[in-house]
């Protein structure tokens, strides 16, 4: 008995030296940027000059500042248009819509079906400055194809990252990350037997029907799963839209991740930065804590 | 033991991935009406078109001497751009230092995560599931909000414009994911075949390197993959922490000539359309050859990037 707890504690001892290395590499890389981030949102820490080499306790001058800030408030109703226009309007409808459509044409043999299913994955596994780069292009006002598309159709051309900014890197989102939820619901509705369509159908069950008895319940569960997910990936969106408007014109399309990120690298402001970067973590942790809660209670 | 799914946000999301990208769709029933057949397809070409015109834009405007932002077939078909990125742009250099860079990360990722996995596994405490949750919650912090405070610590700690910064960032960065995927696998393998071995009286480090390494094989091809494929296109931890020219990566290089020879007049679409082919060279590798362990690994990522 006594053997056997001291054999358990000394391999417990063994495996947490095992741990170790990953250990080290989480704390200096995901805890220490915390810390650091807390720390120097009391200072006045710079970029440059006097204040990056001694950085003064403001105490909490930066979240006064912050709180006052009418650019944040700017910033923070752009973030949440943002959120709602790509992640919870485009790659979350879109990708249900997309899940449904190829669910329903791979029932009924259509052989065009995976050529579709890959097309949406190519454009979320390209890097995202990629698909920055590619909307650039598309978005391009004298010979971009999107423009280009429109003069066929005898639409005038539109001027999208110059007038309608935050429509412009919402489409390209929308795009870049469809394809998540279309994979979470395509995933589900593979659990449903096509023969309980195939009853329902010779019962008489309209398509609506069939759909609202059948698919919904199995979506239903995983949907607020699925829309907290996407909403936490988009609430950090940077590259794409800095490669897209920066953020301009006219402060239109900056989002929470850019400010920090302009505040601490353009404005030499890394205090105020970090505080940015501190409330954005906050934010994001009170998303994860829910989202982990939910996804316990369905396990 | 519900430990393993108790604190997991994985599990429902991975399963249903798992589902999505290696169960065999339903066989077909019922056959198409033709109207059906055409509404159907009709929404496939949009989709499809809305999906791959920016690709297909790519592909030949890497492949057109006079490319533009306007989607054809290449004008004057040449592969000049791809010379000049090489003789102008120093790519040969980037791509060596890419290459570096993202197989020192695959390296040290493969060693640490076949530790922590296999500790994590075989821990035995009454509150293990807190470690789980732990390394789960910080795998939801979005790298975007930790760029200004790892560019500073970085900075303080002499991290920067070193590769060994960078290399120990990429790693960090795919460690929580890939420590909870090796220890799934490290948890079907029976506990009996090291015990077996140190009653043979094999060390526990070698039991674990010769006994249950190899039965954790296709764990560690898929986390030796993710981290490649992470480090070869993250691209954030570059910009922050390199300025040096000789020490620059794929992804800042392609970052830079984006904001240099992107001005929204005078753009050199062709050139960088051929670093961008390049740059999704091994990406597009890995997903033809590997989708399903692909798609697994980038869907466990909530970051945005």
Known sequence: MAVAARGRL??????????????????????????????SSFTNRALVGLDAANPRFVGLDNYARLFSDPDFGRVILNSVIFVIGSAIIGQFVLGLLLALLLDYAQRRGFLA??????????????????????????????????????????APPVNWLGQGPMLAVIIANTWRGTAFTMLI?????????????????????????RFWDHTLPILRPIAAL?????????????????????????????????????????????????????????????FAVVFLRWSRARA | MTAVTAATGRTTVDELARRATTEPPPRPKARAGPLEWILVHIAFLVVVAFFLVPFLWLLSAAFDAKASAYIQFPVEPTIMNFVKIFTEHDFARVLANSVFVAVATMILVVFTVSLAGYSLSRLDLRRKDWITYAVLLLQTMPISATMVPIYGLARQLGLRNSYLGLILIHAAIELPFLIWLMKGFFDSIPRHLE???????????????????????????????????????????????????????????????????????????????????????PVMVVFFAARRLMVRGLMSSTRGL
């Open chain 1, 10 to 39: 000394g391999r417990n001892r063994l495996y947490l030296a095992g741990l170790s290395p990953a250990a080290f590499l989480l704390a200096l890389f995901f805890v220490g940027p915390a810390l650091w981030a807390i720390g």
């Open chain 1, 113 to 154: 079906t995976s050529l579709v299913y890959a097309a949406v994955l190519l454009a979320w596994v390209n890097p995202t400055i990629i698909a920055g780069f590619l909307w650039v292009a598309m978005f391009d006002f004298y010979n971009g194809s999107l423009n280009a598309g429109l003069h066929v159709v005898g």
């Open chain 1, 185 to 209: 619901f395509l995933g589900a509705l593979r659990t449903i037997p096509s023969d309980i369509y195939e009853a329902a159908r010779v019962d008489g069950a309209s398509a609506f029907r």
């Open chain 1, 226 to 286: 699925t829309l907290l997910s996407v909403t936490m990936a988009t609430f950090g969106t940077f590259i794409l839209i800095q490669t897209l408007t920066n953020g301009g014109p006219a402060f239109q399309t900056e989002v929470i991740a850019l400010y920090a990120f302009h505040e601490a690298f353009q404005n030499h402001a890394v205090g105020y930065g970090s505080t940015i970067s501190v409330v954005m973590l906050a934010l994001n942790l009170a």
């Open chain 2, 195 to 281: 015990e077996a071995a140190w009653l043979d009286g094999r060390s526990k480090f070698r039991a674990l390197i010769e006994i249950v390494l190899p039965l954790a094989r296709p764990g560690l091809g898929i986390a030796a993959g993710l981290a490649f494929l992470s480090a070869w296109a993250e691209v954030l931890m570059v910009i922050i922490l390199i300025d040096q020219d000789n020490l620059k990566t794929v992804p800042l290089a392609f970052y830079e000539a984006m904001r240099t020879q992107g001005g929204y007049t005078e753009v050199q679409y062709g050139v960088i359309a051929a670093m961008a082919v390049i740059y999704l060279l």
